[in-house]
């Protein structure tokens, strides 16, 4: 089997580059759906599902 050879005229070098895009900073709170009325943040949902675990738990102890 012929192998062909192929001659380089300089070295490729790998190069990384910094995204171009640049990341807006939140002037307000950055998390979605936290400032809406009628909903819960995660530490009021957390409360409220540990609090029904350890009924749950309770009730399989008596």
């Given at each position: 089997m012929a192998t062909?050879?192929?001659?380089?005229?300089?070295?490729?070098v790998?190069t990384?580059?910094?995204?171009?895009?640049?990341?807006?900073?939140?002037?307000?709170?950055?998390?979605?759906?936290?400032?809406?009325?009628?909903?819960?943040?995660?530490?009021?949902y957390?409360?409220?599902?540990?609090?029904?675990?350890l009924?749950?738990y309770?009730?399989?102890?008596?």
């Amino acid at each position: 089997m012929a192998t062909k050879s192929y001659k380089r005229t300089n070295n490729a070098v790998s190069t990384a580059s910094e995204p171009q895009a640049t990341y807006a900073q939140c002037q307000t709170e950055c998390t979605p759906g936290a400032n809406r009325a009628g909903r819960m943040s995660v530490e009021e949902y957390f409360d409220k599902v540990w609090t029904a675990v350890l009924k749950k738990y309770e009730d399989i102890q008596r």
